[in-house]
T-cell receptor
C-alpha cells in the first residue's frame, strides 16, 4: 500500500512570507493529523481531522496557521505570515477508522522541512 | 491537558548491552502507548505499542512495560546493535469513539558504541 505523501519536501522562505504544505493520506484513512516537529523535540499536534471535520485544533496558532481537508481526503496546511520560530519539520500522519484491531496506529509521511530566514 | 515526560534525553550504551527509556504521563484516561523510532532525516516509525489493559509486551529484542498506577511506561532494548541508534519517542494516547489524541514525549537520542 502506498504511504502518506507530502510535498514539498523542503521549503525556504523569508519571514512574513506565506507557505503551504500538502498531504495525501493513505487511501481510506479517515483521520489525518498535522504535526510540527522542532529540531530536538517530539512532534506536536497542530490539527486533527476526522474525514473533513476538525477533531482538535487546540494547539494550532490560528492567527497565522490554517488547514483544510475539504473533501475528506488530502489536506493543506498554510502559514501566513511566517515567523522565524516556525522553522521546523511539518509531519502529516493518517490512521484508519479506529477499530479494535488497528490499535490507533498512525502512519507518518516523510515531512516538509521549513526554514524561515 | 495531557503531558508526557521522557528520560533520559540522551543515552549511550555499549553494543550488546541493554537500553532502557522511561516515560510518565499525566492523564489517567490515556489508554494506548506507542513507541516510535526516528532515524536522522526520516519519519517516525512505530516499533511497538501497548494498551492499558496489558502490563508488558515483547517483540524480539524490544519490550515495553506499563504501570498504570504509577502512570509510567518503559521501553527496553536488549542486545543492542548499531542500527538501534536513533531518536526514540514515547507517546500517550486517549482514544475516543472514532478517533484518538496522541501526545509525544520529547525524545531520547540513543547511541550504540561499537
Amino acid at each position: 500500500e502506498a504511504g502518506v505523501a507530502q510535498s514539498p519536501r523542503y521549503k525556504i522562505i523569508e519571514k512574513r512570507q506565506s507557505v503551504a504544505f500538502w498531504c495525501n493520506p493513505i487511501s481510506g484513512h479517515a483521520t489525518l493529523y498535522w504535526y510540527q516537529q522542532i529540531l530536538g523535540q517530539g512532534p506536536k499536534l497542530l490539527i486533527q481531522f476526522q474525514n473533513n471535520g476538525v477533531v482538535d485544533d487546540s494547539q494550532l496558532p490560528k492567527d497565522r496557521f490554517s488547514a483544510e481537508r475539504l473533501k475528506g481526503v488530502d489536506s493543506t496546511l498554510k502559514i501566513q505570515p511566517a515567523k522565524l520560530e516556525d522553522s521546523a519539520v511539518y509531519l502529516c500522519a493518517s490512521s484508519p477508522t479506529r477499530t479494535s484491531q488497528n490499535l490507533d496506529e498512525q502512519y507518518f509521511g516523510p515531512g516538509t522541512r521549513l526554514t524561515v530566514t | 491537558g495531557e503531558n508526557v515526560e521522557q528520560h533520559p534525553s540522551t543515552l549511550s550504551v555499549q553494543e550488546g548491552d541493554s537500553a532502557v527509556i522511561k516515560c510518565t504521563y499525566s492523564d489517567s484516561a490515556s489508554n494506548y502507548f506507542p513507541w516510535y523510532k526516528q532515524e536522522l532525516g526520516k519519519r517516525p516509525q512505530l516499533i511497538i505499542d501497548i494498551r492499558s489493559n496489558v502490563g508488558e509486551k515483547k517483540d524480539q529484542r524490544i519490550a515495553v512495560t506499563l504501570n498504570k498506577t504509577a502512570k509510567h511506561f518503559s521501553l527496553h532494548i536488549t542486545e543492542t546493535q548499531p542500527e538501534d541508534s536513533a531518536v526514540y519517542f514515547c507517546a500517550a494516547s486517549i482514544s475516543y469513539s472514532s478517533a484518538s489524541k496522541i501526545i509525544f514525549g520529547s525524545g531520547t537520542r540513543l547511541s550504540i558504541r561499537p
